[in-house]
């Protein structure tokens, strides 16, 4: 009985960690850039009283053994870069990304990270950065007399000086893609880094290399789809519910064994 109890508490807690992703998900529904996580979950230990195919008393072979699992744990948070909706902005400076890749930022600390959203600004100094001042790889300066930004699909950067027809370039914007990007570490803000499990980043113009383009006007919004999000959480409610109704009964079955008398 007891290992029932243990069993089932695992599975409340691996149910407790699914709403826990599910809710995070909601909360950034509308965070651009945002890509939605899903757990998976998988068995543990199993414990065997015979293996299948042993030899019988008889010496026949078993068909089948008698192995009881002990639960489930969760296996992975996997987080899942599926193409999210496009909002117009009305901004020039903000872009989205059709397809795949990541806007390279540079950190205060010199390190790298990337990002899926465009929502990009001008600080001080003239230089394209995200909402919290992070300057973009490569750096780009728009000159303070530009009356007109433009932003190619391929990532060049044209910007319109005063009595000048044509757009002169001041640089282009670079994505970087990864052979893996499940395995990116999320480290807010909607920022990313790469990890061992992401590989190299693998850098290049928009368009080239099997890396999207990009859409000036627009950003791209959180992939998460609400509805979806509402029927995961009724699911994993109801396991949560079965898991503590199992650990109900084996404390029933307990009780009963408990008040046997001789």
């Given at each position: 009985?007891?290992?029932a ?40 230990l199993y414990?065997?009283a ?13 068909p ?24 117009a ?20 600390d ?6 899926r ?5 001008l ?5 394209i950065?995200?909402?919290d ?14 009356t ?14 005063p ?8 640089g ?7 052979v ?10 909607n ?20 890396l ?25 409610m109801r396991?949560y ?11 029933e ?10």
């Amino acid at each position: 009985m007891l290992r029932a109890l243990w069993t089932a508490a695992s599975g409340m807690t691996a149910q407790q960690l699914n709403v826990d992703v599910i809710a995070n998900n909601l909360a950034n529904v509308n965070t651009a850039g945002f890509k939605r996580s899903r757990v998976d979950f998988q068995d543990v230990l199993y414990q065997t009283a015979r293996v299948p195919g042993s030899a019988s008393a008889r010496g026949s072979q078993l068909p089948t053994g008698i192995q009881v699992g002990l639960g489930t744990r969760p296996g992975a948070v996997y987080k899942l870069f599926s193409q999210g909706t496009f909002q117009a902005t009305g901004n020039n400076l903000d872009v989205a990304i059709e397809g795949d890749g990541f806007i390279q930022v540079v950190l205060p600390d010199g390190s790298t990270a990337y990002t899926r959203d465009g929502g990009l600004k001008l600080d001080t100094q003239g230089r394209i950065v995200t909402s919290d001042g992070n300057a973009i790889e490569p750096e780009i300066t728009v000159p303070p007399e530009a009356t007109e930004v433009s932003i190619g699909a391929d990532g060049r950067v044209g910007v319109t000086l005063p009595g000048q027809i044509q757009p002169q370039n001041v640089g282009q914007i670079q994505l970087a893609s990864f052979v893996n990007p499940a395995g990116l570490s999320s480290i807010g803000r909607n920022l990313f880094q790469a990890t061992a499990s992401s590989g190299d980043p693998q850098t290049g113009a928009p368009g080239e290399r099997n890396l999207g383009r990009l859409v000036q006007g627009y950003v791209e919004q959180s992939n998460v789809d609400v509805v979806q999000e509402m029927v995961q959480m009724i699911v994993a409610m109801r396991a949560y519910e079965v898991n503590s109704k199992a650990i109900q009964t084996s404390d029933e079955m307990l009780q009963v064994a408990n008040n046997v008398r001789r």
